[in-house]
Structure formats: structure tokens, C-alpha cells
């Protein structure tokens, strides 16, 4: 069974940091770019950051543009998101995708959440003091 589980959500004070897992069960991600999106509560789902297969290109909404970092290990088949200067508008449920991407091009977008074959369940990041 093809799953991505992410971890490492949890509460965090403003201007903490966290660090996302996602992490591949079933197959590799070599071949795949990964997004990460968010869903506030009341708001619709939005996409983060993505990095491409090779982990050469990777982009950021403006959001979080200077604050978060995405990055991968295939050897591990996972990807990581880190968060520094943590804001309470950061407050959401996190989500890793997985995009099929066998010849990566760069992109400036994280693209729609269609363009997304595989969903992890999400996991919760609340910033509050």
C-alpha cells in the first residue's frame, strides 16, 4: 500500500521552530516531487513549499518565503520542512504530496492540488503562546 505519513507537528510559542517528516511507505520518492500544504480552519487548503524529485528545485509561497526550508533525503525517502520564526497564522494541519516527476523542470509554483497523485493525513501545527 502506497502511503506518505508525516510527523513532527505539535505547539510551538511564536518564533519557535518545528520540523516536518514526510515519509514514504510502500515506495521510493526518487521520482516524485513533493508539496507540502496547510489548512487553517475555516480556510481552504494552500500550498507551502515543493521540491523536485532530484531536490535540485524547490520554491516557497511568499507566506513563508525566508522562513520555512524544505529538503530531502531519497536514500530515506523522506522529506522534511523546516519552520523557524513561527507565527500564529501558521497555525494549521500540514500536509505532504507526492507529484510524479521523472524529468524535473524547475518551478516557481507549487501547483494546484490536483496535479497530486498521494496525500498523507495530515498532521497538526498550532503556534500560540
Known amino acids: 500500500q502506497l502511503q506518505l505519513v508525516e510527523s513532527g507537528g505539535g505547539l510551538v510559542q511564536p518564533g519557535g521552530s518545528l520540523r516536518l517528516s514526510c515519509a514514504a511507505s510502500?515506495?521510493?520518492?526518487?521520482?516524485?516531487?513533493i508539496g507540502w500544504f496547510r489548512q487553517a480552519p475555516g480556510k481552504e487548503r494552500e500550498g507551502v513549499s515543493r521540491?523536485?524529485?532530484?531536490?535540485?528545485?524547490?520554491t516557497y509561497a511568499d507566506s513563508v518565503k525566508g522562513r520555512f526550508t524544505i529538503s530531502r533525503d531519497n536514500a530515506k525517502s523522506t522529506v522534511y520542512l523546516q519552520m523557524n520564526s513561527l507565527e500564529p497564522e501558521d497555525t494549521a494541519v500540514y500536509y505532504c504530496?507526492?507529484?510524479?516527476?521523472?524529468?524535473?523542470?524547475?518551478?516557481?509554483?507549487?501547483?494546484?492540488?490536483?496535479?497530486?497523485?498521494?496525500w498523507g493525513q495530515g498532521t497538526q501545527v498550532t503556534v500560540s503562546s
Open positions: 510502500g515506495f521510493t520518492l526518487d521520482y516524485y516531487a
Open positions: 504530496a507526492a507529484d510524479w516527476d521523472p524529468y524535473p523542470i524547475p518551478s516557481t509554483v507549487v501547483y494546484g492540488e490536483g496535479r497530486y497523485g498521494y
Open positions: 521540491i523536485s524529485s532530484n531536490g535540485i528545485g524547490t
